[in-house]
């Protein structure tokens, strides 16, 4: 079972960017990956996923502002945020998943996370 370790959280203004890793411990040619974000006292939420082909998908609050990523050679997958919002205030996690709307994990295993906050 692959493992997963994010990276590249922080603290930002809104307006700003920020690019997310998500370093897999193995290949993930055969994988689609998903990210999914936990803001505090709400629900776990799919923010987006990439297929093993490349196609993707976002949730519609992420749309035109996040893009989803894949290096198979490096065995990771990368989440570009742009024009952030103090909305986007999350734990960040990857997994695998079904690649589709609403994205959905297949019950792998997760990362620690990574903590973004949009803060002035």
């Known amino acids: 079972q692959l493992q997963f370790v994010e990276s590249g959280g922080g603290l930002v203004q809104p307006g700003g960017s920020l690019r997310l890793s998500c370093a897999a411990s193995g290949r993930l040619d055969y994988y689609p990956i998903g990210w999914f974000r936990q803001a505090p006292g709400k629900k776990r939420e799919g923010v987006s996923c990439?297929?093993?082909?490349?196609?993707?998908n976002y949730t519609d609050s992420v749309k035109g502002r996040f893009t989803i990523s894949r290096d198979n050679a490096k065995n990771t997958v990368y989440l570009q945020m742009n024009s952030l919002k103090p909305e986007d205030t999350a734990v960040y996690y990857c997994t695998t998943v079904i690649c589709r709307s609403p994205v959905v994990p297949t019950g792998g295993s997760w990362g620690q996370g990574t903590q973004v906050t949009v803060s002035s």
């Open positions: 990439i297929n093993t082909n490349g196609d993707t």
